[in-house]
């Protein structure tokens, strides 16, 4: 059993999450080290009491400002701490059971990266004009921005060197223990790149996971041209929420189709809230956020619950340069400083959470749509060996879901939980 077929996942945004300052960074020379990683180490015990068995990790890397643009792969934020503050987080999470996957932005760097400061001071004929893409037609040089980001500047995977860096990377954390990378905007890089590099990285640790980060397409194709063990289940997140907001269950019907023949192929990471989305619970209420993670934990897949939403934290996507700072909120000094009441979500999450984890050949399942309505759904879905969860949905008279393996079950019913209304703002 590899570590995919086992993970349960709590998804942490370390800046966000740890209220280090995100902006207004440009000059950092005077800022120092802070040391606020210890406080994370604080929390594991709140992950490993949900069931997890890995901590997924956002960017701690040295950047200008949210993390995604990076400046040095090769140091830990300063507003997250340091090295030795890394090295305790990962020793403290291992020793508790937690493998521990980092983010690895290696589609683009930030725009004052010493690459790009470096090829713009050289110029068209420079020794780092080829690392990174720069339109030189103006003379002097304009870096391009990765999707309309100014501050996002794309490295050139043509370039051998740059492969060299993701390696060198990849190899320098795995060797201080962490256990997988999840490679964001993965589906910008030529998956010839993946292949080269992941080869390189697994000829020295052979059970690395690498996840990438993938939003449409055809999931089992995308991961085998790029030999990656997993990527990210966007299609069924979506019908998770919408099919709830729209009172349609035939929309997650389909998608459950749909996710079933991609995990023929492929383990997907799945999910119902990370970093870039809504909350669950601020999209379709505390009933809705209960359905969705009852679909998360009984389907195949490696799930990841984002830190927060085993509370039903609420934050909505903004704009402009804060957009994301409602979904990524600071987290209270302790779990025990949370409000109370979120802590029925929490038990929730334990209940589910550890039916998965009593049933461990989901992750592999092969599920099937038995019956369905625009307000209700009921699915199997299947081991190898005969084993079978069936899930019952409803939405009316109120919400509700019966998950159960024999006489293995876990209900829940808005009624008599108190969280009467319709799904969305229940």
Same mark, same amino acid.
């Given at each position: 059993?590899?570590?995919?077929? =086992?993970?349960?996942?709590?998804?942490?945004?370390?800046?966000?999450?740890?209220?280090?300052?995100?902006?207004?960074?440009?000059?950092?020379?005077?800022?120092?080290?802070?040391?606020?990683?210890?406080?994370?180490?604080?929390?594991?015990?709140?992950?490993?009491?949900?069931?997890?068995?890995?901590?997924?990790?956002?960017?701690?890397?040295?950047?200008?400002?949210?993390?995604?643009?990076?400046?040095?792969?090769?140091?830990?934020?300063?507003?997250?701490?340091?090295?030795?503050?890394?090295?305790?987080?990962?020793?403290?999470?291992?020793?508790?059971?937690?493998?521990?996957?980092?983010?690895?932005?290696?589609?683009?760097?930030?725009?004052?990266?010493?690459?790009?400061?470096?090829?713009?001071?050289?110029?068209?004929?420079?020794?780092?004009?080829?690392?990174?893409?720069?339109?030189?037609?103006?003379?002097?040089?304009?870096?391009?921005?990765?999707?309309?980001?100014?501050?996002?500047?794309? $490295?050139?995977?043509?370039?051998?060197?740059?492969?060299?860096?993701?390696?060198?990377?990849?190899?320098?954390?795995?060797?201080?223990?962490?256990?997988?990378?999840? $490679?964001?905007?993965?589906?910008?890089?030529? =998956?010839?790149?993946?292949?080269?590099?992941?080869?390189?990285?697994?000829?020295?640790?052979?059970?690395?996971?690498?996840?990438?980060?993938?939003?449409?397409?055809?999931?089992?194709?995308?991961?085998?041209?790029?030999?990656?063990?997993?990527?990210?289940?966007?299609?069924?997140?979506?019908?998770?929420?919408?099919?709830?907001?729209?009172?349609?269950?035939?929309?997650?019907?389909?998608?459950?189709?749909?996710?079933?023949?991609?995990?023929?192929?492929?383990?997907?990471?799945?999910?119902?809230?990370?970093?870039?989305?809504?909350?669950?619970?601020?999209?379709?209420?505390?009933?809705?956020?209960?359905?969705?993670?009852?679909?998360?934990?009984?389907?195949?897949?490696?799930?990841?619950?984002?830190?927060?939403?085993?509370?039903?934290?609420?934050?909505?996507?903004? =704009?402009?340069?804060?957009?994301?700072?409602?979904?990524?909120?600071?987290?209270?000094?302790?779990?025990? !400083?949370?409000?109370?009441?979120?802590?029925?979500?929490?038990?929730?999450?334990?209940?589910?959470?550890?039916?998965?984890?009593?049933?461990?050949?989901?992750?592999?399942?092969?599920?099937?749509?038995?019956?369905?309505?625009?307000?209700?759904?009921?699915?199997?879905?299947?081991?190898?060996?005969?084993?079978?969860?069936?899930?019952?949905?409803?939405? !009316?008279?109120?919400?509700?879901?019966?998950?159960?393996?024999?006489?293995?079950?876990?209900?829940?019913?808005?009624?008599?939980?108190?969280?009467?209304?319709?799904?969305?703002?229940?």
């Amino acid at each position: 059993m590899t570590l995919l077929d =086992s993970a349960i996942w709590w998804h942490v945004y370390p800046l966000g999450a740890l209220d280090a300052p995100i902006r207004n960074r440009q000059d950092r020379n005077d800022q120092g080290v802070v040391h606020r990683l210890p406080q994370l180490a604080g929390w594991l015990d709140h992950a490993v009491g949900l069931g997890c068995s890995g901590l997924l990790l956002g960017p701690v890397f040295d950047s200008t400002a949210h993390g995604y643009d990076t400046l040095d792969h090769f140091r830990i934020d300063p507003r997250l701490g340091d090295e030795a503050d890394f090295d305790a987080l990962v020793g403290a999470a291992v020793g508790r059971g937690l493998a521990v996957v980092l983010d690895g932005v290696f589609n683009h760097v930030g725009r004052h990266h010493p690459w790009v400061q470096r090829a713009l001071a050289e110029g068209p004929h420079g020794e780092h004009a080829g690392l990174v893409r720069i339109d030189w037609s103006t003379g002097e040089g304009r870096p391009y921005g990765w999707e309309g980001a100014g501050d996002l500047v794309p $490295l050139n995977h043509d370039d051998p060197r740059v492969a060299d860096l993701v390696v060198e990377v990849m190899l320098h954390w795995l060797r201080r223990g962490v256990a997988g990378w999840r $490679l964001d905007v993965a589906y910008s890089v030529p =998956s010839w790149f993946w292949g080269t590099v992941l080869a390189r990285v697994r000829s020295e640790f052979p059970e690395v996971v690498f996840i990438g980060e993938v939003i449409h397409g055809d999931y089992a194709a995308i991961a085998q041209a790029g030999t990656l063990n997993s990527v990210t289940g966007y299609e069924l997140w979506k019908a998770s929420w919408s099919a709830l907001a729209d009172r349609n269950l035939w929309e997650l019907a389909w998608a459950l189709e749909r996710h079933d023949a991609f995990s023929a192929a492929v383990t997907l990471q799945t999910f119902v809230g990370n970093h870039d989305v809504d909350r669950i619970a601020d999209t379709v209420g505390d009933a809705g956020a209960a359905l969705a993670l009852a679909v998360l934990m009984t389907v195949a897949g490696s799930p990841s619950i984002y830190y927060g939403d085993e509370h039903a934290f609420r934050g909505r996507k903004g =704009s402009g340069a804060g957009a994301d700072d409602p979904l990524r909120p600071a987290l209270p000094a302790t779990p025990a !400083d949370l409000a109370p009441d979120g802590w029925w979500m929490y038990r929730l999450h334990q209940d589910l959470v550890a039916f998965r984890r009593r049933h461990p050949w989901l992750s592999h399942a092969r599920t099937r749509v038995v019956g369905k309505d625009c307000t209700w759904l009921t699915y199997e879905s299947r081991g190898p060996e005969d084993q079978v969860v069936r899930v019952e949905l409803g939405l !009316d008279p109120h919400a509700r879901f019966r998950v159960y393996a024999g006489d293995d079950e876990v209900g829940w019913d808005a009624r008599a939980a108190g969280r009467l209304g319709t799904v969305v703002g229940a």
